[in-house]
Nanobody
Framework: DVQLQASGGGLVQSGGSLRLSCAAS????????IGWFRQAPGKEREGVSC????????YYADSVKGRFTISRDSAKNTVYLQMNSLKPEDTAVYYC??????????????????????WGKGTQVTVSS
């Protein structure tokens, strides 16, 4: 079974940085999309950033563009989300998820056009003002 393990969350002051990691295991597909999603209390889940496995094409939500960077290490089957210039409004539980065995645009995956096939457990990010 595919498993996704998210880590790297924590408490940071406004303006600080964190790096989230999503380690994937138990899969054989070459083509997939991994995305980072977040959900704050009382708010809908938001697709933050997504990346394709094959070409590394990326998508960023407008709210994080220029501050967050998604990347992948194919050898380690790990996707990272480098979060800089964090703001209190970035506070949320962050989840990584995989759309498996196919080719999709990262934008369409992040915008929720498709149901994700696998989800990891969330990691809490708290940004204090």
């Amino acid at each position: 079974d595919v498993q996704l393990q998210a880590s790297g969350g924590g408490l940071v002051q406004s303006g600080g940085s964190l790096r989230l990691s999503c380690a994937a295991s138990g899969f054989t597909a070459v083509n997939y999309v991994i995305g980072w999603f977040r959900q704050a209390p009382g708010k809908e889940r938001e697709g933050v950033s997504c990346i394709t496995s094959t070409y590394g094409a990326t998508y960023y939500a407008d709210s994080v563009k220029g501050r967050f960077t998604i990347s992948r290490d194919s050898a380690k089957n790990t996707v990272y989300l480098q979060m800089n210039s964090l703001k209190p409004e970035d506070t949320a539980v962050y989840y990584c998820a995989m759309k498996y065995d196919g080719i999709w645009s990262p934008r369409s995956v992040c915008l929720g056009y498709y149901d994700m096939d696998y989800w990891g457990k969330g990691t809490q990010v708290t940004v204090s003002s």
